[in-house]
């Protein structure tokens, strides 16, 4: 008796991949995806970081939960590597992170990828409702792309938990 299975490219890298709790042999390795990706170089602390990596040992994406001087904590630092995009690992990523902190984390992004975001439950943040720290972060961003007159925005998202 023989049977064939079909699985799409996402379950297949998903597969192949571990995901793991960074160590300090890959701090370096953590920076250097950030650098390539322009992401916020502060706070990159290995031993907040998960890490997906290959079946060659490569780290091929990462992600970490920052906490602030008022207590917020903040997913950031999410990067995959561009050729394995669109695969599930910045998904699993998230999830993972989510499933180990408890409510409420927040996140800053692209406003464009807002959409990316709403899937695992996060929501746009008015100004108002921001905690200081991200109040001063978006009004910052603001000026800066106004400046650099790109079309684009900083977003705050926040995710308060599991939907119901």
Sequence with gaps: MSFALEISAEQWYSWRMEFRRATAADDRVIKDMIHREHLNPMQLDWRHFWLAVDSDGRVVGCAQVKTFKDGS????????DEKLRGQGLARRLIERLQAENSPT????????????????????????????????????????????????????????????
Excluded: H
């Design 73 to 80: 904590r903040e997913l950031a630092s999410l990067v995959v």
């Design 105 to 164: 984390l927040y996140l800053t992004c692209r406003s464009s990828l807002q959409p990316l975001y709403q899937r695992f439950g996060f929501a746009a943040v008015s100004v108002d409702k921001m905690p200081p720290y991200y109040r001063f972060i978006s009004r910052l961003a603001g000026w800066m792309m106004r400046l650099a007159r790109r079309n684009e925005t900083l977003a705050v998202m926040r995710w308060d938990g599991p939907v119901s």
